[in-house]
C-alpha cells in the first residue's frame, strides 16, 4: 500500500500524474489519498499529520509526503524505516516526530538514479522521484537499494516543533499547527505529553487557554458544551484542539496557526 500527502491541492494535475507514475510501474499498487491540502509549504503540519496518521494503515505500508520548498535544490530525499512502515519525505524536517517519538528508526538517501524518472524535472520530484521510488518499494524493493544508509542524527529536524514544559508558570506551552476543515484549532500538545509532564487529561482541574483567553476545561465530546460554545479537548488524533460545537474556533477566536496555547492546573 502506499499513501500520499502534499501540498499539491485538488485543483491542478499533479496528484493524480503521481499516481499514473506508479500505477505504470507498480499496476496493482493500492494508493491511499491523506491530504493534497495542507497549507503550501507547511513542514510541521505535515510532520504532525503523518505521525498522527499512519499508524492506522497496514505495516509495510508506504507513505510519500511531498511538502517540498526546497525542490530543485541540493537537499535530499531520504526513506525513513520506523514502525514497520516505510516514509519516503524530503530531508526537511517531515520527519522530526518520527524520528523523535519512534524507534528504532533507519534512513537511507534516495540516490539511486535508476529508479527515477529521465530527465529529472528541477520543480516535480514528486512525479520524477517520490512516485517511481514508491512503486518500486510497494513491489519488495529493500530500503537499503535506494541508496547509502545514514545517522538518524544527520536528518534534518525541526527546533521549534515541541511543546515545553514551564514549571516556573505551572503551565504546559504549545501552539496551534493545524486548522481542519471544521475550523477547530489543533496543537502541538498531544495527551503523552501531558501525562507525561503530570498533567491527566482526567483531571477536572485542567485549564485550556488559546491566545490569552481562557477556554475552561477539558471536555470529553463536542456535545459537552451546548451548540455554538467553545470547548477544548483531546481529538482523534490524541492531541489537544479547542473547537466549537457546531461552529469555528477559528472564527470565533480570530485564531490561526502559529497561535499560543497553554494547559495549566486551574
Not at 61 to 69: E, F, G, K, W, Y
Not at 203 to 213: E, I, K, R
Request: glycine share 12%; charged share 20%; hydrophobic share 45%.
Amino acid at each position: 500500500m502506499i499513501t500520499l500527502t502534499t501540498d499539491f491541492g485538488l485543483t491542478s494535475e499533479y496528484v493524480g500524474v503521481m499516481k499514473g507514475v506508479i500505477l505504470s510501474r507498480s499496476p496493482h499498487a493500492t494508493i491511499v489519498d491523506i491530504n493534497h491540502s495542507l497549507a503550501a509549504q507547511d513542514i510541521t503540519e505535515a510532520a504532525f499529520l503523518i505521525r498522527s496518521v499512519f499508524s492506522w494503515f497496514p505495516e509495510g505500508s508506504v507513505h510519500v509526503v511531498v511538502v517540498d520548498p526546497g525542490v530543485g535544490s541540493g537537499r535530499r530525499i531520504v526513506l525513513v524505516e520506523a514502525a514497520g512502515h516505510r516514509f519516503l519525505v524530503p530531508d526537511n524536517g517531515v520527519a522530526t516526530l518520527l524520528l523523535n517519538e519512534l524507534g528504532p528508526v533507519r534512513a537511507y538517501v534516495v540516490s539511486r538514479e535508476e529508479y527515477f524518472l529521465e530527465p529529472v524535472s528541477a520543480t516535480f520530484h514528486g512525479r520524477d522521484i517520490f512516485a517511481p521510488v514508491a512503486a518500486k518499494l510497494d513491489g519488495g524493493l529493500a530500503s537499503s537499494m535506494v541508496g547509502p544508509e545514514i545517522g538518524v542524527a544527520e536528518l534534518v529536524s525541526l527546533q521549534d516543533i515541541f511543546p515545553v514544559p514551564d514549571s516556573a508558570r505551572g503551565e504546559i506551552r504549545g501552539k496551534v499547527v493545524s486548522v481542519d476543515s471544521f475550523g477547530s484549532l489543533i496543537s502541538n500538545i498531544s495527551r503523552d505529553n501531558m501525562m507525561d509532564w503530570g498533567y491527566d487529561p482526567a483531571d477536572g482541574g485542567l485549564a485550556v487557554g488559546v491566545g490569552g483567553q481562557g477556554i475552561g476545561p477539558l471536555r470529553r465530546a463536542y456535545s459537552d458544551v451546548e451548540k455554538g460554545r467553545l470547548l477544548a479537548l483531546l481529538g482523534s488524533r490524541n492531541y489537544l484542539e479547542v473547537a466549537v460545537n457546531g461552529g469555528s474556533a477559528a472564527c470565533e477566536l480570530k485564531a490561526a496557526k502559529g497561535i499560543k496555547v497553554t494547559v495549566s492546573r486551574s
